[in-house]
């Protein structure tokens, strides 16, 4: 695929790189690498929490058609729970950018630090808010995610994942507390061990085993 494209091209070949669910007390951690075509610009990218989730998912669409190449990759909760949620988002970005189907000539990472790649990369600071194709691999990373645990709250009711995506609201940690851990949730975050622990202490067994 590389090789039909032309020199000027091949020189904006950069990859944007960005996570969604570092935060939140179940889940994967979901990344994502865009390389946008500078012949064929979206319009209205910006970091993904400020924009409205209508405008997100029409973004989506836009961005998977009209990109150069994207992937979205993801580390799961054992991986999480086994790594710990920094480490476990470093080997999804590192899964996003090995998964573009065109190598990039640099890799921009969102945030103060980037995960070792076979390609040249560097951290942007608040970049989803700075560099358009951060901004679009936000935008891949959250809608997925955000789908992903629409579709949770159905198998696993109470816990408001379709709302608050998994993080620790009083909502969140209440249903935690009453209901007890999920297999998706990560049992290396305090409020989940904690809630774990109890459950183990009462002799009550969690509602989902």
């Known amino acids: 695929m590389q090789m039909g494209l032309d020199f000027d091209l091949v020189e904006e070949l950069v990859a944007g790189v960005d996570e969604v669910g570092r935060g939140p007390l179940c889940g994967a951690v979901v990344t994502a690498a865009v390389i ?4 064929r610009p979206i319009l209205g990218l910006n970091d993904s929490k400020k924009l409205t989730e209508a405008r997100r998912e029409l973004l ?9 190449a994207w992937c979205i990759a993801r580390a799961e909760v054992e991986e999480i729970d086994r790594l710990n949620i920094l480490h476990a988002t470093m080997l999804a970005m590192q899964r996003a950018v090995q998964g573009l189907s065109i190598t990039p000539r640099l890799a921009l990472i969102d945030g103060n630090r ?11 600071i608040q970049g989803d ?21 629409s579709a949770f709250e159905l198998i696993y009711p109470g816990y408001g994942m379709g709302g608050h995506k998994g993080y620790p609201t009083p909502v969140h940690l209440e249903a935690l507390a009453r209901l007890g851990p999920t297999p998706i949730h990560r049992r ?7 809630a774990w622990q109890a459950r183990e202490s009462s002799d009550q067994a969690p509602a989902w085993v």
């Open 188 to 194: 290396s975050f305090a409020p989940v061990r904690a």
């Open 114 to 124: 980037c995960p070792q790649l076979d390609v040249p990369s560097a951290p942007v």
């Open 129 to 149: 808010a700075k560099v358009p194709a951060i901004a679009a691999a936000s935008i891949l990373a959250k809608v997925s995610r955000d789908r992903e645990m």
């Open 60 to 68: 989506y669409e836009e961005i998977c058609e009209k990109a150069l």
């Open 36 to 39: 946008l075509d500078p012949r």
